[in-house]
Structures are given as C-alpha cells and as structure tokens.
C-alpha cells in the first residue's frame, strides 16, 4: 500500500476511536496482527478488536486527540490523548500515547503504544500511585486486573 493510503488507516482507526466505532477499529487489523502496550502486553488477533471495544464500552465519557500521523508505505506513527475518568477512583486521567504501527496488505500487523504507566498510575491512583506506581509488584497488579477484566469481558462476549 502506499503512504498515503497507510496514513488514511490510521486516520481513519483514530477517527472510529472518537467516534466510538469498535468493529472499524477492529476491522482495521490483519487476522494475526500483533498490539502490545505497557497494560496489555502481547495481545493478538481478535483480542486487539476485544480491547478496544471493551475499552469503549467502559469509557462513557472518554475523549480522544491525534496529531502527527505519519506513514510509508511500510511503517506509521501517530501522537494520540486518551482523556477520560478511572472507573475505580473517578480520578481523570489524561494519558499521552506514541503509536508506532507496521502494516501488511492494507491492515494494521503490528501496533504498539507506549506511555508511562507510572504517570498513569499517578493519575489513577493518587499518592498510592506516586509512591507505588513505579514498582513492579504495582505494574503487575494493573496489568493482571486489565488482562483479566479483557478475558471476562470477551468470554462474556462470546469472542474467541
């Protein structure tokens, strides 16, 4: 594919994120595509589509920016801000995400974003997480709740 279309994916993936459309973000994919995040690392497949939809699906009041997409005919970036309020604490969270993307025949195969967790932790968890939000065990424990609140939610879902 060319840059031009490559950067119209990912426009349009960052577009159906705003507007709340889970299947477009989904169907933006290859079947055996790859996402890995500081939460939920090494997704692959149909979990990635089950991320996002979860996501979107928990998120009522959330906010999303892009800039600086970016794209060749093999590779992409964009700059993206998730604003929203953590459902555990109420705490918003306004967390800023550097997407680097692979594709393959018009789909997305390889997506990763990266972010602070500690940050995160900060903003979701207050003092605890200023304290805590650096450690491993604290990490672990954000990542293990997301992971298993994704299984619970596809196996809800029906997704396999």
């Known amino acids: 594919m060319s840059a031009e279309q490559n950067k119209a994916l990912i426009e349009n993936f960052y577009t159906a994120f705003q507007n ?26 149909v979990e990635i589509g089950a991320m996002w939809k979860m996501l979107l699906e928990r998120s009522s009041d959330l906010k999303i920016e892009f800039s600086d997409v ?61 304290f805590l939000g650096w450690s491993g065990a604290v990490q672990g424990k954000i990542r293990k709740e997301a992971q298993g609140g994704l299984k619970l939610w596809m196996k809800r879902k029906r997704i396999q």
């Open 70 to 130: 970016q794209a060749n005919e093999n590779s992409g970036s964009a700059r993206w801000v998730a604003t929203y309020p953590f459902s555990k604490t109420g705490r918003t969270i306004v967390n800023r995400i550097q997407a680097n993307f692979k594709f393959e025949n018009g789909k997305i195969k390889d997506h990763k974003d990266a972010f602070s967790l500690w940050k995160w932790s900060r903003m979701a968890l207050g003092a605890s997480g200023l």
């Open 20 to 45: 709340k459309d889970g299947q477009t973000m989904a169907d933006s994919y290859a079947t055996d595509a790859t996402f890995h995040d500081p939460v939920f690392q090494d997704l692959k497949g």
